[in-house]
């Protein structure tokens, strides 16, 4: 048996990182180490904001951040996007380790350790099967309500930090509850620290660029220094902290922080740990790889590029994958960071490899600087970034759009805000598939008629239009299958209850690009009916495709009418000389 041929395009698909590397040059490495200075100075404070809102120590989320991006860098399609540790994966690393009752840090950090590896082999197993198009069953709208409502959950937890108190919880009402009760505790100097922080780094987002330019600075190096604010809140709470002594005031620091190269590790191969973590690990999958594809898919819009989604699966699990095997915990692509790394002037995913040696120097050198590190400064950090991601008007446009999407982006919002993330997601998918299923079991189904003067059918209710009373045509606006063929049969059978002497029954099949074998059965069933009536059924433009599926059946032999080209020669065959009706629209 000879084994199939591995040509260079099929090695290309799977190693993109081949096809940019011919055309890399000084300007272009220029370019990437530019970026990659931009977004490692954003990348530290925000990895060790993240591992701290996962429950992992701070070091968990460099190391995140160092090998997964130059895998990504070799498997990865978007020439921007930025892979590492963010907000709502590392709340959802939170939720699902959390839920295992560990007691030991280096149990729970042994968990999201095998988290990142078992999400990594699913992302890759999709990839490898070209299953990207699963994501698409998460509509954006849910998606948007799940992102806001987490985003307000991330804000929430991390306000314990800002005020210096114990708080638990992973849903809403638990962590103010919690927050409730223990806001007499409350340390001033940490709520002074946290607030001031937090005023800060909103300033810098906002002012600090204007400002700098306005005294001449170029708009490079402004941008560089804005974007250097978090580092900035870092060090003067840092030294603030060393110089006056802080800690022993009750502000909780970072602590030692290990220094030195990621170690290798590896995920735990305990079945049951597995089968606790695998549905946990489906789901930061799926959302993973929805805000990452959506952010890469964004940006390469803006430069006429193109991502390969299926490929994207690959490389975001070799990312994971990377992350599980030096002491990281999950990652995907992150909107802010890859924006940034986009408007810096990353010009391929070297860029990303960049930072990651960035990331190292800064594991290798600076994690000494960081013992005295308020957690409410990376408190403070986190809230700034994860507002931004808050977006309520997503409730307004929905229910001015579509009443169906808002009771699913509201009732999304609710479970997550209500009962926590997992619950959350789990009932975005649901609500997802449930709308697909609900909007397509009814479609739009419309009587047409022929526009005087013209060729061209449209809606009797919505046109003047002409139409015969010997005969009906039914405009078909989706594909037929076994969630509404039943509810076809219904339409035919209500319309045809008339005093109209009706004689043919057209269905215009233009929208209708698959019809399953329930539908077929439905079809065969209308034929019988109207025949019994003696009325004769037809189809009009029938797309290729699915005259090929109906030819290998007995329908066709069966179908006491014809199927014609196009609707009007449906039109003028059926109804010929006779007389016609001209309906005004609305009628």
């Known amino acids: 048996m000879t084994p199939p041929k591995i040509t260079l395009t099929a090695i290309k698909r799977y190693l993109p990182i081949l096809e940019w590397s011919k055309t890399y040059d000084r300007e272009t490495l220029t370019s990437d180490t530019v970026a990659a200075v931009i977004v490692t100075i954003m990348l530290i404070p925000q990895s060790l904001a993240y591992a701290l809102l996962a429950g992992l120590p701070p070091e968990m989320g460099l190391y995140a951040s160092i090998l997964p991006l130059v895998a990504y860098a070799v498997f990865g399609t978007s020439r921007a996007l930025a892979v590492g540790p963010v907000a709502v994966v590392s709340l959802m690393t939170a939720a699902a380790v959390g839920n295992l009752g560990l007691s030991s840090p280096a149990e729970y950090a042994a968990a999201a350790i095998t988290l990142a590896f078992i999400s990594g082999l699913i992302l890759t197993v999709m990839g490898v099967f070209r299953l990207g198009f699963l994501a ?8 948007a309500g799940f992102i806001t409502a987490s985003g307000v959950l991330i804000a929430t937890s991390q306000m314990k930090h800002i005020f210096g108190i114990g708080a638990h919880g992973h849903a809403l009402p638990e962590l103010v509850g919690s927050l409730l009760e223990n806001q007499h505790l409350t340390n001033p100097i940490t709520l002074f620290i946290g607030l001031t922080t937090v005023a800060f780094l909103f300033w810098v987002r906002k002012g600090l660029k204007p400002l700098l330019l306005s005294t001449g600075m170029k708009p490079r190096v402004a941008d560089i220094l804005a974007k250097a604010g978090p580092v900035g809140a870092v060090a003067a709470t840092t030294l603030a902290t060393w110089a006056f002594g802080l800690h022993e005031k009750g502000v909780a620091i970072v602590g030692e922080v290990p220094m030195g190269l990621p170690p290798l590790t590896l995920p735990s191969l305990n079945p049951d740990l597995w089968g606790q973590l ?57 909107f802010a960071r890859s924006v940034v790394n986009f408007d810096a002037g990353a010009e391929t995913p070297a860029a990303g490899a960049f930072t990651a040696i960035g990331i190292l120097l800064a594991a290798l050198l600076l994690t000494p600087l960081l013992y005295f590190l308020p957690k409410a400064t990376l408190a403070a950090t986190i809230i700034v970034a994860v507002l931004s991601l808050v977006d309520f008007s997503i409730l307004t446009r929905t229910w001015g759009y579509s009443k169906i999407d808002f009771a699913a982006v509201a009732a999304t919002i609710f479970l997550t805000l209500g009962f926590g993330v997992e619950m959350g997601v789990s009932a975005g998918v649901v609500l997802s598939i449930g709308l697909f299923l609900y909007k397509t079991s009814r479609p739009h189904v419309a009587e047409v008629g022929l526009v005087p003067g013209t060729q061209h059918f449209r809606n009797i209710r919505r046109h003047r239009v002409e139409t015969h009373p010997e005969m009906v045509t039914l405009r078909i606006d989706e594909s037929l299958y076994f969630a509404n063929a039943r509810f076809l049969e219904d339409y035919i059978y209500n319309r045809i209850a008339c005093d109209e002497p009706i004689k043919h ?13 329930s539908a077929l059965e439905s079809l065969e069933a209308i034929n019988h009916r109207l025949s019994d009536l003696g009325i004769t059924l037809h189809m009009s433009e029938v797309k290729g495709p699915v005259m090929d599926r109906l030819k290998r059946s007995h329908f066709l032999d069966e179908l006491t009418g014809q199927v014609f080209l196009s609707q009007y020669d449906a039109y003028r065959t059926l109804t010929g000389p006779r007389p016609v009706d001209t309906r005004e629209a609305g009628e």
């Open 278 to 334: 695998f549905v946990s690990a489906l789901l930061i999958s799926i959302i993973g790889f929805v805000e990452s594809v959506s952010v890469a898919q964004t940006l390469a819009a803006k430069k006429r590029q193109r991502i390969v989604p299926d490929q994207e699966l690959v490389g975001l699990g070799a990312s994971n994958i990377a992350a599980s095997i030096t002491g990281g915990y999950p990652v995907t692509g992150g």
């Open 505 to 517: 029954v057209v269905l215009m099949c233009s929208a209708v690009n698959e019809i399953d074998m």
């Open 136 to 143: 698409n069953f998460l509509s954006h709208p849910v998606i």
